[in-house]
């Protein structure tokens, strides 16, 4: 199986822009969950998703939004960036998302914000 | 809530030593716990996971952790290090939320092997 990939790769942006992310999760995944990595704050969860439906949400400001498709696959939106905004943005995708479902994870997608 | 703390930042050891990373967690109910590696300019890769089925749980690349109720731990380790084992390692929790998980993570152990 593929595992889960992330588009783009790389992104630079400036401040106040907006940005979207892409994950599509493995084949047969219904849950998708975004994670923020920075230095200084370490892996912090964003949100996840589930049959297009937010479930579960992390101490994000509402510049941070996800969606959800039909086919499972997810992207994230931040608007107005700031400079903080710069990090890696892990995708992770799950099964069901429930108990101990295990989340596997994409390469992420690096933005710096100028 | 859950938390997991991993001591040590930084950890340094020789090629064929043993490697020792430590994890220690706090919870109310019983935890589900991951360790994860990442390497340079990529995602988490999972290493191993305990979900309460056995005590020693072994993962990829030769790595093993115990979970020790009574210590409230899940040390990471490896018998003998190879210069590939070099990356930053992350012991996570899962953490309910009306049913639904979500990881928490340690700050990381970045691991340097030198020969």
């Known amino acids: 199986k593929a595992g889960v990939t992330q588009t783009p790769r790389y992104l630079i942006k400036t401040r106040g822009q907006q940005v979207t992310l892409s994950c599509s999760p493995i084949?047969?995944?219904?849950?998708v969950s975004w994670y923020q990595q920075t230095p200084g704050q370490g892996l912090q969860f964003l949100f996840e998703y589930f049959s297009e439906t937010q479930r579960n949400k992390g101490n994000f400001p509402g510049r941070f939004s996800g969606r959800q498709f039909s086919n499972s696959r997810s992207e994230m939106n931040v608007s107005t960036l700031e400079l903080g905004d710069s990090a890696l943005y892990l995708c992770?995708?799950?099964?069901?998302?429930?108990?101990?479902?295990?989340?596997?994870f994409g390469p992420g997608t690096r933005l710096t914000v100028l | 809530a859950q938390s997991v703390t991993q001591l040590g930042s930084h950890v340094s050891v020789s090629e064929g030593a043993l490697v020792l990373l430590r994890c220690n967690y706090s919870s109310s109910v019983p935890p589900y716990l991951f360790w994860y590696v990442q390497y340079p300019n990529q995602g988490l890769q999972l290493l191993l996971k305990y979900t309460s089925a056995a005590t020693l749980v072994k993962g990829i690349n030769g790595f093993e952790a115990e979970f020790k109720k009574s210590e409230t731990s899940f040390h990471l380790t490896k018998p003998s290090a190879h210069m590939s084992d070099a990356a930053e390692y992350f012991c996570?929790?899962?953490?309910?939320?009306?049913?639904?998980?979500?990881?928490?993570f340690g700050a990381g152990t970045r691991l340097a092997v030198h020969p």
């Open positions: 996570a929790v899962i953490s309910l939320s009306g049913g639904y998980n979500k990881l928490i």
């Open positions: 084949s047969g995944h219904r849950s």
């Open positions: 992770a995708s799950s099964s069901t998302g429930a108990g101990t479902d295990t989340q596997y």
